[in-house]
């Protein structure tokens, strides 16, 4: 009964270092999604696939790719870290039209200094 | 216009206090609308989804309005322990994307 997994759960990164974060799902949900929260900012939309084979930018896409690896899996890459990139990342999904909510993930903590 | 606000708080209440949260939305095509709540450093997690004619769960009461493109959250004899963030969250025409307001802070006081 795992919901969604994010790995890892914590990262501290150089500037300029890249790295994966990974999001597995294992309720056969067809879109999944990665959102970024700092403070005062709320939940912002990095980037979402609606189902696999797709994915679209949210609000706040630069600097950062995803990947729809599979049903199950959706990861977000930094390719170059920026000290602006320390934030909580979660990861969601959610079974579109069906009027059910998102199931998130526990959250990975990433500092860039 | 941000698609989804929120009152940011905070709000302070004594126990056993009533307490609404309002938000408003921009989509006039979005299709469903819920509540969430989040725990400090932890991920959101469902309160209660929201319909056109309003529903219950407890103490809790969610309301759309459609005309006016707001949904509200009362609370009702408020518990130490519904002290969190509470974000309004809209699922948009295209019914893919979840567009979170910023969160309403609650705190419950003995």
């Known amino acids: 009964n795992a919901g969604v997994t994010q790995t890892p759960k914590f990262q501290v990164l150089k500037t300029g270092q890249s790295m994966t974060l990974q999001c597995a799902q294992d309720?056969?949900?067809?879109?999944m999604y990665w959102y970024r929260q700092d403070p005062g900012m709320g939940l912002r939309l990095i980037y979402y696939s609606a189902s696999e084979g797709t994915t679209d930018k949210g609000e706040v896409p630069n600097g950062y790719n995803v990947s729809r690896l599979n049903k199950r899996e959706f990861s977000l890459r930094l390719e170059s870290a920026a000290p602006s990139q320390t934030s909580v990342y979660f990861c969601?999904?959610?079974?579109?039209?069906?009027?059910?909510?998102?199931?998130f993930g526990s959250g990975t903590q990433l500092s860039v200094l | 216009r941000k698609e989804v606000e929120q009152d940011p708080g905070p709000f302070n209440v004594p126990e056993g206090a009533t307490v609404a949260f309002n938000c408003t939305y921009s989509n006039s095509a979005s299709q469903s609308f819920f509540w969430y709540r989040q725990d400090c450093r932890k991920e959101p997690k469902l309160l209660m989804s929201v319909y056109s004619s309003g529903n219950e769960d407890g103490r809790f009461t969610a309301q759309l309005n459609r005309a006016s493109q707001y949904i509200s959250l009362l609370i009702r004899d408020s518990k130490l322990s519904d002290s969190a963030t509470y974000l309004c969250?809209?699922?948009?025409?295209?019914?893919?994307?979840?567009?979170f307001g910023k969160g309403t802070l609650l705190t419950v006081n003995p």
């Open positions: 309720m056969n949900h067809n879109s």
């Open positions: 969601a999904s959610r079974e579109p039209g069906t009027g059910l909510p998102g199931v």
């Open positions: 969250v809209d699922s948009g025409g295209s019914n893919y994307k979840l567009t």
